[in-house]
């Protein structure tokens, strides 16, 4: 029987949004499985046109890095979609184990706990649902402003368009928001999935070090079997959830090393050089690539940060009065709590706050060399 208790009610909307998953048993199924084509079609069709026109196109210098900047960033985001689609049973399974442990809380320390948890999801859910419309809402406007108070007919972002542009405002405003669907949804789904994890997994981390804390020789006999059966479940939920998705973490690390060099270089080189280029254009979509793998890096961080704890709960307790039998069980714990927990891929690449400087470290170095040699 599927568990009542649910914090990743707001990703599962998510992904019915975006096609992974059927809108509801009465829909039909030839309609879902139409919109989830259209979707994975989208993400690859994003990739194209952004290809296209650095290729293809005879746009400007500036505009050309400016289709390569959002091709590098928006890789990420399709792939993600691709990977949540693909492996979207297995994630499921990795949920309902998880809200299963969650429902073990939750009759331990009430529905109250639970309760503040679910409404931090909801939060990261309307932050980024509110993030996606800010990017199109107000852009889509401002050129359907000046389009028709001004008469100045542009596209708000630089793609590849198969079709003439001239006099064909809405078609050019369609195809691109459509364009954008694919690479949006795999971007909002995965910042909503790792967030609601990290929520429940530090919740969950906070409760076990509290109950090892709270061991003692008349509790002993069921609070440390409970306490170290949930231990074991959210260290194998969180290395599943590594295995399902990291390389969804390599990717996001391989690539946004570039694009944040790009964005400097557009900042740098484009930005201050060029009259007809909107400075603020840039300094915006600066920002916007460094923030974006900043999510992931804190989710882990945050993970790291609360299982750093666990080894010394464990012992912060009257374990010196227990039995024999007792003080055996609290070494696997031990033992586990030294190695650390985290989100990584295959233990080579950990994702927090130390891979999150390495990234702008290591960006900032390629715009100084792409500098140097210029200069040569």
């Known amino acids: 029987m599927a568990p009542q208790v649910n914090l990743f009610k707001a990703w599962m909307i998510w992904m019915k949004i975006a ?45 050309k890095l400016e289709a390569g900047l959002f091709l590098l960033a928006g890789i990420p985001c399709s792939y993600k979609h691709f990977v949540f689609v693909i492996r979207k049973n297995k994630l499921h399974e990795v949920i309902d184990r998880l809200n299963t442990l969650l429902e073990e809380v939750e009759d331990v320390y009430g529905t109250e706990t639970l309760a503040g ?15 996606f419309t800010m990017l199109v809402v107000p852009v889509f406007s401002f050129f359907y402003y000046i389009y028709y108070w001004e008469g100045v007919e542009a596209t708000p972002y630089e793609v590849y368009i198969p079709f003439e542009k001239e006099n064909h405002i809405h078609r050019v405003m369609l195809y691109e928001l459509l364009s954008f669907l694919g690479p949006a949804a795999g971007l909002i789904t995965g910042n909503i999935f790792f967030g609601s994890l990290t929520v429940a997994v530090s919740g ?9 804390s709270q061991v003692s ?55 201050s050089a060029t009259e007809d280029v909107n400075l603020n254009k840039n300094i915006i979509l600066c920002i916007v690539c460094i923030v974006m793998p900043l999510f992931y890096c804190l989710c882990g961080h945050v993970i790291v940060l609360e299982y750093d704890k666990m080894s010394d709960s464990i012992f912060q307790n009257d374990w010196v009065s227990l039995q024999p039998v007792d003080r055996k069980k609290l070494i696997l714990p031990a ?36 500098k140097l040699m210029e200069n040569t």
């Open 117 to 131: 948890w679910q409404r931090i999801c909801n939060m990261v859910m309307y932050f980024y649902s509110t993030q």
């Open 335 to 370: 033992l586990l709590a030294k190695r650390g927990l985290s989100l990584h891929y295959k233990k080579l690449l950990k994702f927090d706050m130390t891979t999150y400087l390495k990234i702008v470290k290591q960006s900032y170095s390629f715009l100084t060399m792409l």
């Open 217 to 271: 020789p008349s509790n002993a006999q069921f609070l440390l079997h409970r306490t170290i059966r949930w231990h074991s479940e959210i260290i194998s939920i969180v290395g599943e959830t590594n295995r399902l998705l990291g390389t969804v973490f390599v990717v996001e690390y391989l690539l946004a090393m570039v694009y944040i060099c790009f964005s400097g270089y557009m900042l740098l080189k484009v930005g």
């Open 204 to 212: 969950v981390l906070r409760k076990i070090q509290e109950q090892f």
């Open 19 to 63: 096609g992974a998953d059927p809108p509801s048993v009465n829909f039909p199924y030839a309609l879902a499985l139409l919109w989830k084509l259209i979707m994975l079609y989208g993400s690859v069709h994003y990739v194209i046109i952004m290809f296209l026109a650095i290729v293809v196109g005879d746009s400007a210098f500036h505009l």
